[in-house]
């Protein structure tokens, strides 16, 4: 299957701090999204890209669609300790293939 | 909006016997549900994808006699892992997609089996 590959690997931050991880492919995707999972717990969505270029937040959140569309990125501004899990980017390829692709995942860790 | 549930949440099961795991679509109806496997510190892999009403495609190196999947309607799908072995240990997760939504996947909180 496709390899999407995530870095870094893992991230400890300190709380307040802004965190900043990417995802990237051989391949060119059509939609790019962005989850984070708990431990024990399946993965929750938190930003959806459809277009190369597009820049989209959801609250201290902030993810963009490359524009070679092999890429995206993750942006996490001041982090709280909730902010704790792994995240996964997942992508679609253009071939229309209806399944998601998953990232390595990147393990976030904030230290209060 | 976008609820997935799975049940159980967890199974413990002797090696031989089999298990069937649900995952419902609680407020909307899912046309496409996909069942995947996690092991620790590893990312999620794609084992199958059910349509409803239609037979399951499963990804290479899936045994589909052993992972059934039957998606009878369009909010329940379920995975039943037949002749349970140790190594069929794992964390099971589905996501369901909206009928018409082409892109996004909402998943399910996973159902962790273990083969004693």
């Known amino acids: 299957g496709q390899q999407l590959n995530q870095s870094p690997q893992s991230m400890f931050i300190q709380e307040g701090e802004d965190v900043s991880m990417n995802c990237t492919s051989s391949s060119i995707f059509n939609t790019w999204l962005w989850y984070k999972q708990d431990p024990g717990e399946g993965p929750v969505l938190l930003i959806a890209?459809?277009?190369?270029?597009e820049l989209t937040s959801n609250g201290r959140l902030t993810a963009q669609f490359g524009i070679t569309r092999k890429d995206s990125f993750l942006n996490i501004s001041a982090s709280i300790p909730s902010d704790v899990g792994i995240y996964f980017c997942?992508?679609?390829?253009?071939?229309?293939?209806?399944?998601?692709?998953f990232g390595t995942g990147t393990r976030l860790t904030v230290i209060p | 909006g976008a609820v997935v549930s799975q049940h159980p949440s967890w199974v413990i099961c002797k090696s031989g016997t089999s298990v069937k795991i649900e995952c419902r679509s609680l407020?909307?109806?899912?046309?496409?549900m996909f069942w995947y496997r996690q092991f620790p510190k590893q990312s999620l892999m794609l084992m199958a994808t059910?349509?409803?009403?239609?037979?399951?495609?499963?990804e290479q190196g899936v045994e589909k006699d052993k992972f059934l999947i039957n998606h009878a309607s369009l909010t329940l799908s379920t995975l039943t892992v037949t002749s349970a072995h140790p190594e069929d240990s794992s964390f099971y997760i589905c996501s369901a997609r909206a009928h018409g939504n082409t892109y996004e996947q909402y998943f399910g909180p996973g159902t962790r089996l273990t083969v004693t």
């Open positions: 059910s349509n409803e009403g239609s037979k399951a495609t499963y």
């Open positions: 890209l459809y277009k190369a270029g």
């Open positions: 407020d909307f109806q899912a046309t496409t």
């Open positions: 997942a992508g679609q390829l253009e071939t229309g293939a209806n399944n998601l692709f």
